[in-house]
């Protein structure tokens, strides 16, 4: 049986209930990680251990930056929660990335999010670069689903 190819991870699209949706360049904090408890203990034989115990789960923040352009949808979403409409900016979205052909190959999906965060481009007069606004999301859960 041949294996699988690792998928190539530059094309993606972005999707939070109908707030924001678009293809994004560049994305990170998909994941999870649990705090690491430390308990320290004398075995009966006088030896000391340190006992490693998952503690409390923690979700990353998910980032996302894209290419700016006239869209206002993440500053709009974004002054929800800079007016105290947390709980209204909260939404459900998902992250897709697909193949060579556009074909979906892998989906994650998360809960409650809500912006923490948004960055503008930094202009500079001598650059020939594209500005890149930059998005960042707490959310409650995330997961990878099949497709």
Known sequence: MPEENPLVGFHFSVEVQGVVTGFFTECSGLGSEHE???HKVVTEQGQEIVMKIPGRLKWENITLKRGITSAMD?????????DGKVEEARHDGSITM???ELNPVARWEFQNAWPVKV????????????????LTLAHEYITRVDI
């Open 36 to 38: 690491v408890i430390e």
């Open 74 to 82: 993440i500053w709009d979403w974004r002054k929800q929660v800079e």
């Open 98 to 100: 697909f193949d060579q």
């Open 119 to 134: 960055t503008g481009p930094q202009p500079k007069a001598d650059s020939n670069e594209i500005g890149i606004e930059e």
